[in-house]
């Protein structure tokens, strides 16, 4: 396994395999890997000849107050976990080398990044689709793969990248969860002792959506009140938002008529967390 | 020569290629040729093995009122121009396919567009960075060639290619000229009777503010006042802006001890014209 830190080096040894004819399959992470992280690069490994993860814990998507000093950073342990199953490049570019002094440039998905976390981090996905674009002309992938726990993320990158003719497939994994439910996430060590329990309130909560839409419940507010009293229900918990919208643009939608996901985030003490299920699908719960 | 229309056959082109080593350059215009365009493409056939045009009238770097419907178009005579300077394909996309429903990603690079024309063209950067971006997706070029009579425009892109790690060269070429010194524009045909004369403004305000820095003049303030009051002498014209920047962000500078250009934008009659020149450079008049 290959551990490369110059954009140009890589550019070169993609390039290089390109020209062979060879695939590539491109992971972006910002690193602190669980079982997740190493299911989409299982899945890259399926996909193409060369796996390329990413460890970058990008400023640029972090808001002032947020977590980017705090974020967990553990490369040797990541590099042997991406190892173990079979990653063949990390790349793991500096700050100053992705943004150089006079750096400007940012792009824009106008209409995806509005609601959901769009509302309460602002900037947010501006930063997550200007890395993803950079890292994409770095790595010059064939396919992409994304989790679909941060769901707005994976329809806003898809979105960009169908938008701009990149000439990459994009991939979306249903999400990787502990056996009591929980989402994996590299933000999950921040919970301390018991919020670890509260924390269930985002999965379980799903559940009972999907319960209800089961049943025929189609009406987005009845559902969503359900999840609020549900999650209130829990300690050290506080809702930031609960929302039903439609896949495409992820607008609020007050009737499930069309391809709809629930979507919500809820602080467990200092933590902020996010889960979702797009109704009509599985739940591996 | 090849004329191609969709953007997947353009990228398989491309890739087809790249994969057997050769290089791609690249001239995007908006067409309607003229000996400025063709220079262009004369530069990519001495640079490349294979050398694309795109003509393309982007809707989204008009702005309301501006000339984007009688902005003037003609394939044919373009084809048996670029034949002529050995372009080997025309890629010539429609508007829906390049913002097909639910288009909303776009590029901005913040700084070298605040001033200048993106003073009075609000978005038309926005417009020119994305349609290239896109362009650079489909035609994936090894090296781009831009006019520098759009001087904003060629220092725009080259900031947003290097930003957003794009592996691609690119060249600014001079400005082409009539023999009386007049820019060569697509937006010259415009010009009625003795509007054609009045242009000359133009390129002769930059021959006095080269006059005055060759005398060691350093003041922008004062070179600026000369210029003006030049165009003003001529009928038919109105300033738009005359400025002096410093060629990295393009922002004012008051006193010429960095790298500047003196850009200008004229209307006369009903057509808007620019020009600049970079100081301690040639000026071909």
Redesign the interface.
Known sequence: MKVIES?SEM?KYS?SL??K?EIISFVPTMGYFHDGHLNLMKEGKQRSDCVVTSIYVNPTQFGPGEDFEKYPRDLERDAGLARGVGVDVIFTPSNTDMYPE???????????TKNLCGLTRPGHFRGV??IC??LF??V?PHVTIFGKKDYQQFVTIK??VQ?????LEVVGLDTTREADGLAMSSRNVYLKGPERESALCLSRSLVMAKDLYDKGVRDAEAIIETVIKNVDSYPYTAVDYVKICET??LRDIKNIDAEAVIALAVKVGKTRLIDNYVFGEKLNL
Chains 1, 2 share one sequence.
């Open positions: 954009i550019q390039e390109r020209r004819g006079n750096y400007q440039s940012y792009l824009n998905v106008e209409e995806t689709t200007t674009l950079k002309n770095i010059k979105r960009m938008d701009i003719n990149l000439d495409k643009n």
